[in-house]
Nanobody
């Protein structure tokens, strides 16, 4: 498994941008597809984005398509989530996670999780 630590969350006005980072420990990072999920108060944890081991394939949740971009830098053992045109409904704790199951949208297929970073979007 791999240890993950998210950073980059904060408070931003609607229409603004943030970039989240997820730093991984361990030499096996490049062997995992990496995903981002989010959880708002009182709601289920929701799939946001996933990137393949090669970095060439990505999938996004419908609510973030066209606004968020996932990327990875294996030399830095880091995955990123660039979030543009943020909306109040994007407010949540954002988690990164690692999976051996390819471009999975299912949270139970992810075996390693970070502690989360809070993103708050004000209207």
């Amino acid at each position: 498994q791999v240890q993950l630590a998210e950073s980059g969350g904060g408070l931003v006005q609607a229409g603004g941008s943030l970039r989240l980072s997820c730093a991984a420990s361990g030499r096996t990072f490049s062997g995992y597809a990496m995903g981002w999920f989010r959880q708002a108060p009182g709601k289920e944890r929701e799939f946001v984005a996933v990137i393949s081991t090669s970095g060439l394939s990505r999938k996004y949740g419908d609510s973030v398509k066209g606004r968020f971009t996932i990327s990875r830098d294996d030399a830095k053992n880091t995955v990123y989530l660039q979030m543009n045109n943020l909306k109040p409904e994007d407010t949540a704790v954002y988690y990164c996670a690692a999976t051996s199951r390819g471009l999975s949208l299912l949270r139970y297929e992810y075996h390693s999780w970070g502690q989360g970073t809070q993103v708050t979007v004000s209207s």
